[in-house]
């Protein structure tokens, strides 16, 4: 299992995690006995917070997958299809409103998939999967996909 | 009478490298019907005699496919899967195999419903990569299903997809 340290930085988003409040750190100072202290504001209602302790945060569960892939990916072999280092995390939601997690990984612009490619893609993902899956929470669903660059290009603009 | 496998073959015949948007969607929505068909037939062959001839058809009608969906949410994870199978007091060993076919249905499920549905897709992800992870998706599947349909964690599972929502009383 992945394991990742804790310490955000201005600008990071940070999830007050017995509610799921997620909260833009604006600003950290350390005390003389050591002890990390944020100020941190709200992203649902602004409300500002002073000296927040690290005790009840984490980062957010897409943060938290990014950083674990950013530690597990450069390990692994990619499938020679994928465009190399380049994925994005991103969160939406499912159909039936299901919070999901969704990995994209660019396909090099030459490459056609078939499907016996997406099965060797599925078995990376499944490799990945198992490794980061701790780091979910069970009603986050995890899933990864390979975009062509046309469809990416097209969701961009 | 339409076969599972049949619609997952219709599925994997339509993406050739010059298919099309609608092609990629009809694949998407076949592949998901697939796995549909092949759980739903799973469980009335389970709960319902052949005969009187006609009961096993009635059956698979009643399943509903949010509802599977739900009720496959236990088998995603050794934790929730340990959690339920105690509180059921139907002690059975966790399946990776059972879990790979609900994470596939849960997405199969999602994607049939962009591909049937969201004809303007602002996200851009109808092309045939999407496609032919669907497909893919729904081969596994068949294959999880093969490996795992003799297990009592599978007995369970098909219980699971007509009881799920009454067993909490």
């Known amino acids: ?157 | 009478m339409l076969q599972a496998k049949d619609l997952l073959e219709h599925a994997s015949r339509l993406l050739i490298p010059k298919s099309k948007e609608v092609d990629w969607r009809r694949a998407v929505s076949a592949s998901y019907y697939a796995v549909f068909h092949l759980l739903t037939g799973a469980v009335a062959s389970q709960v319902s005699p052949v005969i009187p001839v006609g009961l096993q058809g009635r059956t698979r009608r009643v399943l509903e496919h949010r509802a599977m969906k739900t009720a496959m949410r236990p088998f995603l994870s050794k934790g929730s899967f340990h959690q339920y199978s105690n509180a059921l007091h139907v002690p059975c060993a966790f399946s990776d195999d059972l879990r790979e076919l609900s994470e596939a249905f849960g997405e199969l499920q999602d994607a049939r419903h962009l591909a049937d549905y969201d004809v303007a897709d602002l996200q851009g992800t109808v092309d045939l990569s999407w496609a032919t992870d669907c497909v893919d998706k729904a081969r596994r599947v068949f294959a999880a299903w093969d490996r795992a349909k003799s297990s009592e964690a599978a007995t369970l599972f098909l219980a699971a997809m007509i009881f799920d929502a009454k067993w909490a009383k």
């Open chain 1, 1 to 157: 299992m992945v394991e990742l340290d804790f310490n955000p930085q201005e600008g990071e988003r940070v999830e007050f995690y017995p509610q799921g409040i997620i909260l833009e750190v604006l600003g950290r100072h350390i005390t003389a006995d050591g002890q990390v202290l944020l100020r941190l504001r709200s992203l649902q209602d602004g409300r500002l917070f002073e000296n927040v302790t690290l005790d009840w945060l984490r980062y957010p569960a897409d943060v938290r997958v990014r950083r674990a892939l950013e530690h597990i990916l450069p390990k692994v072999s990619w499938p020679e299809e994928f465009q190399d280092g380049r994925f994005v995390v991103k969160t939406d939601e499912m159909y039936d409103g299901t919070p999901r997690i969704m990995v994209n990984f660019y396909l090099k612009p030459d490459v056609i998939p078939s499907v016996e490619k997406a099965g060797d893609w599925n078995a990376f993902y499944s490799t990945l999967k198992r490794q980061i899956e701790p780091l979910v929470d069970t009603g986050d669903w995890l899933q990864f996909a390979a975009k062509e660059q046309r469809s990416a290009l097209s969701a961009a603009s």
